[in-house]
């Protein structure tokens, strides 16, 4: 028996995409494979995007439909698959017959095939012609969107996408699948709108999270909290919405301090120390289970731990000029105080009050928590991790 062919072409009917009898002979091939060839050339230089795409797809296809029919051994193995491949269900009865359908019925199932192959242009050609038969057929569209985005055919993408979230605007899935490429494609409020009506509509987790997903990565933790808060209260025992919302509310810590780099942030003042907290108990409530979770509560804790550990330093306070100077009066003012005291001089009694002020301010201000060094040296502290980060980014 000969080997069907690697990439499963039986998913495309060349027969009726060439417009020829399936036992014609390979003269009348060739001629109706040149004939479709030549029709769709003089497209490829359109100016308009999907017909110029559309040619070049039927070029393509094309060009494999020559390489199976006029082959003898591929085409009987193509022929033997194509045999083999279901006869579409009638939406009728939902039994496999062979009377005729509703428009775009049979190319949608063509279309279909092609896409369970992972055959995506064929997926879309046939989708493309099947709402062309039938302008309300939803699956279609949908088809051909989910194609157009496996092919980063984004134009495509956003035509076919809207009119299947037109035609069927209850289905979830479909609008949060949708909307989330509008967003990401500048379509934001759109497409946002799209994901949010999904999210209420959906019985499941999964547009929720496909919305707080993209507010998140859009830069808005703390409004992908608030959406994943609502997903917990509809799904209290969801452990997938536990686990994003732990990580929403580490993003939405991490956030927090004013001071933000790249890869870095600096704690700078107890309010965002207490906020940071508030939200990692917040987030270790929840248990998390997913490693990913784990880990970024794990991070998070640590490095709150680590801003409220004690440090020595001779930086006493923001300045580092006054600081110096109480670093060095002290001492000059104990020995100088003690010197005019000795010897009967009342400023002497000045001076050594001035020095013992000066090691009481250096006692109290000598261990501060990491935090308020960094408040203290906040500026200094982020230059150096803005440049070790650009060192880092090229490679040193």
């Not at 933000?260 to 998390?288: N, V, W």
């Not at 550990?309 to 105080?337: H, K």
Request: with cysteine; net charge negative; aromatic share 8%.
């Amino acid at each position: 028996m000969t080997t069907p062919p690697e990439n499963d072409t039986a998913s495309v009917d060349y027969y009726a995409l060439f417009e020829v009898a399936p036992d014609a002979d390979t003269a009348t091939l060739s001629a109706a494979i040149d004939a479709f060839t030549l029709k769709w050339q003089k497209f490829v230089g359109s100016r308009k995007k999907e017909l110029k795409r559309r040619a070049e797809d039927n070029l393509e296809l094309a060009s494999e439909g020559k390489r199976v029919l006029l082959d003898p051994a591929s085409r009987a193995a193509y022929d033997e698959q194509r045999t083999r491949r279901p006869v579409p269900e009638t939406a009728g009865n939902g039994t496999s017959e062979t009377a005729p359908s509703a428009p775009g019925q049979e190319t949608m199932a063509r279309a279909m095939d092609a896409f369970r192959n992972e055959d995506y242009k064929a997926a879309r050609f046939f989708a493309t012609r099947a709402v062309e038969q039938d302008p309300d057929l939803a699956r279609g569209w949908y088809t051909l969107f989910t194609s157009c985005v496996l092919l980063d055919d984004a134009d495509g993408a956003e035509v076919a996408g809207t009119n299947a979230a037109r035609l069927e605007p209850d289905n979830p899935e479909w609008l949060a699948t949708v909307g989330g490429f509008l967003a990401d494609h500048g379509h934001e409020e759109r497409g946002v709108g799209m994901m949010i009506k999904g999210a209420e509509l959906d019985p499941t987790p999964y547009a929720g999270l496909v919305l707080a997903e993209h507010q998140k990565l859009s830069g808005s933790p703390a409004t992908a909290a608030r959406t994943l808060r609502l997903l917990r209260q509809r799904h209290p025992d969801n452990r997938d919405v536990k686990d994003e919302l732990v990580l929403a509310l580490v993003d939405q810590g991490e956030t927090v301090p004013d001071i933000q780099g790249a890869t870095f942030y600096l704690i700078t003042a107890t309010e965002e120390l207490l906020r940071m907290r508030g939200l990692a108990q917040e987030a270790r409530r929840f248990g998390p289970r997913k490693r990913e979770a784990r880990e970024a509560l794990h991070r998070l804790e640590s490095n709150l731990e680590a801003a409220e550990e004690q440090t020595f330093t001779f930086r006493l306070f923001e300045s580092d000029q006054a600081s110096t100077f109480v670093w060095w009066a002290t001492p000059i003012l104990l020995v100088i105080g003690f010197l005019f005291a000795v010897n009967g001089y009342g400023i002497g009694i000045v001076a050594l009050l001035l020095g013992a002020a000066g090691v009481w301010t250096i006692w109290a201000r000598c261990r501060p928590a990491r935090w308020e060094l960094n408040s203290r040296m906040r500026y200094e502290r982020a230059d150096q991790l803005r440049l070790s980060e650009q060192l880092r980014s090229q490679g040193f």
